[in-house]
């Protein structure tokens, strides 16, 4: 007497996952605000303060009534690639690993967009220094007596901030280190600031009685 079994079934279950509306929008905001604040804090970007235009889509620099430049806008992007297979296995480290990678694609545009911006400001107004082979120490009183100064007290305020290429690291050390030994660069230098300081305390009497 033969038994009859049952036909086996198989049945392939499809499930979807719930959508977590809250949780994506909050990594979001998260993952955007860190490759913010790493970029702020990369290079020469890290020594500027920024603000958001919140409206409008141009910005302008007005000097006085007949002296006004209009500030380019440049757009900086960053690319990340992730193959499909990797996405299942995308992990926090993985994450805060990306935003790393983004901010330095960000930060290196914006630093190219800003060198490209005060050379052609700097280049408008005169305030260029062209050296003409390997920098020297007149060519850094040129550059120091071309700038305006603002002074607390009888000290300047500002700490200047020099941009170099890394070839350039061992020339501007030998210069530093001359000048900190010798009285007559030491002259030359205080005589520059002197006189900037009398520039800076005429502005501000012209300011205060135009005030």
């Known amino acids: 007497m033969s038994e009859s079994k049952p036909s086996e079934q198989r049945t392939n279950l499809q499930v979807t996952l719930p959508y977590f509306h809250d949780a994506e929008e909050a990594f979001t905001q998260t993952f ?109 009183f040129e550059m120091l007596d071309k700038m305006e100064h603002e002074f607390s007290g009888n000290s300047a305020t500002a700490n200047l901030v020099m941009v170099i290429h890394p070839d350039m690291g061992p020339r501007v050390a030998q210069l530093a280190a001359e000048f900190e030994s010798s009285r007559d660069l030491k002259k030359r230098h205080n005589e520059i600031m002197a006189r900037k300081y009398e520039q800076f305390r005429t502005r501000e009497m012209d300011r205060n009685l135009a005030g």
Not at 52 to 75: F, K, N, T
Not at 86 to 108: C, P, R
Not at 118 to 135: H, Q, S
């Open 32 to 140: 955007q605000l860190r490759v913010q604040q790493i970029t702020r804090s990369k290079g020469i970007i890290a020594e500027i303060k920024g603000h958001i235009i919140h409206e409008g889509r141009e910005s302008r620099l007005i000097r006085s009534s007949d002296d006004q430049d209009d500030v380019e806008m440049h757009a900086t992007e960053a690319v990340l690639t992730l193959k499909y297979a990797d996405i299942s296995k995308f992990t926090i480290v993985d994450a805060l690993d990306a935003a790393a990678k983004l901010a330095d694609q960000f930060a290196t545009g914006q630093s190219k967009a800003l060198f490209k911006t005060l050379d052609e400001v700097t280049t408008k107004t005169g305030n260029v220094v062209r050296a003409g082979g390997p920098i020297t120490h007149d060519a850094m």
